[in-house]
């Protein structure tokens, strides 16, 4: 892979990092803020989300750093070692971590009684919204999954091409 493209992507994973950091910082908790202040009895549930919000986002920056180690293995041509496997390891982990946050979003809006401004279809857009991002949360950990088994074949196959040649 050519250095600036790397070095591109670089760049991009670090604004994404601070784009992040700065949902994480203000975005989050000044929505809360407004969303209880627009409708008080969501002030119960304000910090768990918002916290539940922010751990989501810290699960992107966590793929996002290991995407840039990846990268890091991509430019020195070591992609296809041993070591490759705990970054994949953490974007699996993370994935999952994620996509749990998800699937308990999506329980409590179920099954908890929350109260509703207008005719209850806020929950359920946000029941929507909750569902399809465990389903996708599951389909990338799964594609993760495979791609990780792929590159352990294509680990070991390049270290008994090594050693025959």
């Known amino acids: 892979m050519h250095r600036l493209l790397i070095a591109a992507l670089r760049a991009g994973v670090?604004?994404?990092?601070?784009?992040?950091?700065?949902?994480?910082?203000?975005?989050?908790p000044a929505t809360a803020s407004d969303e209880v202040d627009r409708f008080p009895p969501y002030e119960p549930f304000a910090v768990p989300y918002a916290t539940v919000a922010i751990l989501g986002v810290a699960c992107v920056q966590v793929v996002l750093g290991a995407v840039w180690v990846l990268l890091g293995m991509v430019e020195r041509d070591a992609v296809f070692t041993r070591r490759a496997l705990r970054p994949v390891d953490t974007v699996i982990g993370a994935a999952l971590?994620?996509?749990?946050?998800?699937?308990?979003?999506?329980?409590?809006?179920?099954?908890?009684?929350?109260?509703?401004?207008?005719?209850?279809?806020?929950?359920i857009g946000a029941l929507g919204a909750a569902v399809t991002c465990v389903g996708v949360g599951a389909a990338f950990t799964l594609l993760v999954v495979v791609m990780r088994g792929l590159l352990r074949k294509a680990t070991r196959l390049r270290t008994e091409m090594a050693g025959v040649v």
């Open 97 to 123: 971590v994620a996509t749990l946050l998800a699937f308990g979003v999506a329980v409590h809006l179920a099954v908890a009684e929350i109260p509703s401004p207008a005719d209850g279809m806020e929950l």
């Open 14 to 28: 670090a604004a994404a990092i601070l784009i992040g950091l700065f949902g994480q910082i203000v975005v989050v």
